[in-house]
């Protein structure tokens, strides 16, 4: 249980910027056993449940979680900025291929006013591979080049 407990410190690394920014653990999650991912899995769930965290959604998003589902339509629903919904939506549509999410990530896209959140959000418009969402990178890019 020590290995996994040390496995998931090193997957979830503490929310600040020294400790995730550039971070990727898709290589950690690519050498983890069934039965690690299943544990991981569970563990992560539960994490989230108690607490709003883009790097557990995209995680879960990674590893084609079907049993956060549920909590991921929850988090949808529930009142938090534009961004975490678009990156909540871009998770479900990963795992679920559930088209109503490109409009709710178009819709919250369009309210972002920040650009800075657009840019972030940008990456996530790009994810889903839609005539909808590459018109409006087109739209952002040829408004760009004005």
Known sequence: MSDLNEIMRELIPQNDYHH????????IVDKLSLEE???????????????????????????????ALPLLYRLLDDDFNALSIIIT????FQIKNDLKMIDIV???????DDIYQQISA????????NE???????????????
């Open 20 to 27: 995730r920014n550039g971070f990727s653990n898709h290589k």
């Open 37 to 67: 991912k299943s544990y991981i899995e569970d563990e992560l769930i539960r994490m989230l449940d108690n607490a709003y965290d883009s790097l557990i959604i995209e995680t879960l998003a990674y590893m084609k979680s079907i049993k």
């Open 89 to 92: 939506a871009t998770s479900i």
């Open 106 to 112: 178009i819709c919250n896209f369009n309210c972002l």
């Open 122 to 129: 940008f990456y996530y418009l790009n994810q889903f591979k």
């Open 132 to 146: 909808k969402t590459n018109d409006i990178i087109s739209r952002l890019i040829d408004s760009s080049n004005e």
